[in-house]
Every structure is written in structure tokens, then in C-alpha cells.
């Protein structure tokens, strides 16, 4: 259901979307990890996924990088059916 805030600027709508939902363990599930090309973003990206293995049993990490910051990510249908989660990483 859409929420309406009516303000002196004009108004705005926004649709609620709940979070997705989240799985209660992370063992055996495929790690997926989005990295953005910025500086640093590799960086966090592999202290996550360590930390992630240090507590999980992870059946497999995907990682796929975008070549430049400013373009789509090279996502493909075969990546969100393998995955089972995702973190996209950005950084700076």
C-alpha cells in the first residue's frame, strides 16, 4: 500500500517494501558478493566474507566486480539462482 505525505514542496509517494526475508542460518548457503570497483570497496568486501567463514559454514562465494563505479553490475540470472544471499559492497 502506498503511503501519501503531502508537504508545501509538492507531493511525495512512496511504496512500502518490506526487507527481504532472511535466513535463519547461513550454513551451506552460496555467498554472492557485488564488488563496485571504488577504492576500499575489495578491501571490506573481503574482511565481510572472512568474517562471514569465521562463523558460517558457507557452501561457496561468488564475487563479481563492476569494471567502473558508474555502470550496472554484471549481474546475471545464473548468479541470483546460485546465490542465496548477496552483499553488495561500495566504498570510498
Request: charged content about 25%; some cysteine; hydrophobic content about 40%.
Amino acid at each position: 500500500m502506498a503511503q501519501i505525505l503531502i508537504n508545501p514542496r509538492g507531493v511525495f509517494q512512496r511504496e512500502v517494501n518490506p526487507i527481504a526475508p532472511r535466513p535463519e542460518s547461513l550454513d551451506n548457503k552460496v555467498l554472492g558478493l557485488v564488488e563496485n570497483s571504488k577504492d576500499n570497496a575489495d578491501i571490506f568486501l573481503d574482511a565481510v566474507r572472512q568474517r562471514i567463514q569465521k562463523s558460517w559454514n558457507i557452501k561457496e562465494v561468488i564475487q563479481i566486480s563492476k569494471s567502473i563505479s558508474g555502470t550496472p553490475a554484471p549481474y546475471t540470472d545464473a548468479f541470483f539462482d546460485k546465490c542465496d544471499i548477496v552483499v553488495n559492497a561500495f566504498g570510498d
